[in-house]
């Protein structure tokens, strides 16, 4: 199945994340199929950016998105 999910970028202490559509058997930071987004909780305010051309059309085409991505979306 495929999901939407965040991978984890930066480093210690600075967490950033992208916001990927990926195999949901994957690993958290292993391959994926494509970047739709990110993420930034450490920036005042908090950033986010997504593409929501490609996120609905990849919920139109079977992904699901994982509960963080809903809450993240939801809010926006």
């Known amino acids: 199945m495929t999901v939407i999910r965040l991978t984890r970028m930066g480093r210690n202490k600075k967490p950033f994340y992208r916001i990927v559509v990926t195999d949901s058997r ?16 450490v920036s005042v305010p908090k950033v986010m950016k997504i593409d929501e051309e ?17 809450k993240l979306v939801a809010k926006k």
Not at 26 to 41: C, L, T, V
Not at 54 to 70: D, F
């Open 26 to 41: 994957k690993r958290r930071d292993s391959g994926w199929i494509e970047s739709i987004g990110y993420y930034n909780p």
């Open 54 to 70: 490609r996120y609905n059309y990849w919920l139109g085409v079977g992904a699901k998105p994982s509960e963080r991505i809903k």
